[in-house]
């Protein structure tokens, strides 16, 4: 069966794509979500319009990330956790705990740029054990703004007062 995809499906293609796919696939899963149609003469001319919204939306969005990674460069995320003697902190500083205090202080009044979300799947910790920040000090995480577009924040964590 030949689908138009309306969202972006991870293994089976971006939006506007056409694609053949099994019947049962599309008729049982892809449709009765919106995550697709159709493709008829007509849907495939409306695809071409949508796709040339979604380039216009996807430059500006790449142009707005830019700005946001420009504010992020200075940005020093600071936290606190118990650890032992060696350095080893015990609660581990997480995708989801950058996320949110980037989160938190893009969105603060104010802000270098206001509004803005960070998704945790956006924060890369590559080259941490376990995709955790698990050691006292200053570390640099890559923040995935936009595709091709990654702003390096400081994580800095220090020992918690007894």
Partial sequence: MKIIILQNIKGLGQIGDIKNVSDGYARNFLLPRKMAKLATEASIKEVDALKKKLEVAQKLEKENASKVAEQLKDVV???????????????????????????????AEGGPA??????????????HDGGHIKQLGEHLVKIELAPDVVAEVKVKISQEEK
């Fill in 114 to 127: 206001f509004g803005w979300k960070i998704e945790p799947n956006s924060v890369n910790l590559e080259g």
């Fill in 77 to 107: 995320l600071e936290f606190t956790r118990k650890a032992t003697k060696t350095g080893k902190i015990y609660s581990a500083v997480t995708k989801e705990d950058i996320a949110e205090i980037l989160t938190k202080q893009l969105s």
